[in-house]
Each structure stands twice: as structure tokens, then as C-alpha cells.
């Protein structure tokens, strides 16, 4: 599941598949890697490494320096597919956010047409401090994938949140498609539904799913 069901990604992946990512961060250190089975295929890899290229960031698999957690926010696919990212990092000691906006509109699902990103730094109303302490609340970075919870629906056309969690020594990624169907049989599709309400109300953005 997760960011596979994005059509933007098989469809950057066609038009960037030239490319080569970038330079990764903290690669010296061992980190220890929480990631799922789907996480782990080499389609996946390929396709989501080819992804941040066109979108300009590093990828965060071999840990971060402080700390990085990034939410992919989208939804299945339509003619015009939008994705957001956001981005919290503390780096040199300082906490920064960005939120990354694209749509890519194609004719058919494997012809390029366009491509648009629009980039935003983030502020939020009640400081870094605060805001990042909500999240820990909410369990952004102990929350389980999706697939270890019994039970759990997803839909043929899927949204959802993947989110990624990296410090000096871990990485993590998991997924929660479909995360506002679970909230009353699972605890955590309902914090997940809590970070991103967090996210809205801190930063004034609508979260597109």
C-alpha cells in the first residue's frame, strides 16, 4: 500500500528515470532501520528515490544528523493527482519545516504532461517546541505500520499518510492508508488522524485527502 497507490509516483518516475538521487545524509553511521516488507522491494526503492530527486531533498534512510520527520499526504489517483510533504527538521540545533505541494497531470497514466511544486516554509502558532511535543503525544515516532494491526480496511482507491521518522541512529516508515475508517476500531489510525489535525490547525493548511 501507501505512497504506491499515488499515481505521481509511477508518473515522476517515467519522467526522472534518467536521473540519479543525491548524496545521502549520515552515511558513516550504522542506524538501526525499522521498514516494512513493501518498503524493502526494489521497485519501491527505486521508484521513491527517483521521487525525492524531482523534488530536490536527500533521502533520510541512513539516519539524520538531529533529527528529520517527514509526512507524504495524498490520495489515489484522479486526472490531476496532488501529493503534500512535510518536512521538520532540527539541524546546527534548530527546528525549521517546510511544506512541499505537487501536482502532476497527465493525459493517461504513463504520459508526462506537467509537473508543479510549490514550496512553503512553516511556522506554527504555538512554537517548534510545543508543536513538536504534540506530535511525540500523538506517537510519530512509535506508531506501527498499518499492516501489523489485524483487521485494518483499506479502500481501491486509497489517501493516506506515509510518514518517515530519522535520527543518528534509527529510521522508520510506515503507513496508515485510509487512516479516518480506522479511528474507531484502532487507537492509532486515530492519532493519525490526530497529526494531521494537529498539522492543520498549527499551520492554517488544509491537508489534502
Known amino acids: ?59 533520510i534512510d541512513d539516519g539524520f544528523v ?16 496532488s501529493t503534500q510533504l512535510l518536512i521538520f527538521k532540527k539541524e546546527s540545533n534548530r527546528i525549521s519545516g517546510v511544506l512541499y505541494t505537487y501536482v502532476s ?4 497514466i504513463d504520459t508526462t504532461v506537467n509537473l508543479f511544486k510549490r514550496i512553503t516554509p512553516l511556522s506554527p502558532i504555538s512554537g517548534w517546541a510545543s508543536f513538536i511535543k504534540g506530535l511525540e503525544n500523538l506517537g510519530i515516532y512509535d506508531l506501527p505500520d498499518y499492516n501489523k494491526l489485524k483487521g485494518y480496511k483499506t479502500g481501491m482507491d486509497s489517501y493516506g499518510v506515509t510518514v518517515e521518522v530519522a535520527t543518528s541512529h534509527k529510521y522508520r516508515i510506515y503507513d496508515y ?24 490547525r498549527e499551520f492554517k493548511i488544509r491537508a489534502y485527502y
Open 1 to 59: 500500500m501507501s505512497i504506491k497507490y499515488y499515481s505521481v509516483v509511477v508518473i515522476l518516475i517515467i519522467f526522472f528515470s534518467g536521473c540519479e538521487t543525491r548524496p545521502r545524509e549520515n552515511s558513516s553511521i550504522s542506524v538501526i532501520k525499522d521498514v516494512p516488507e513493501f518498503f524493502q522491494t526494489k521497485s519501491w526503492k527505486y521508484e521513491f528515490g527517483h521521487l525525492q530527486w524531482a523534488l530536490g531533498i536527500k533521502p
Open 66 to 81: 538531529e533529527w528529520q520527520i517527514r509526512l507524504w499526504i495524498g490520495h489515489g489517483y484522479t486526472e490531476t493527482d
Open 105 to 108: 497531470y497527465s493525459k493517461t
Open 177 to 200: 492508508p485510509d487512516y479516518e475508517i480506522n479511528v474507531d476500531q484502532f487507537a492509532e489510525a486515530k492519532k493519525m488522524l490526530g497529526i494531521v489535525r494537529e498539522i492543520e
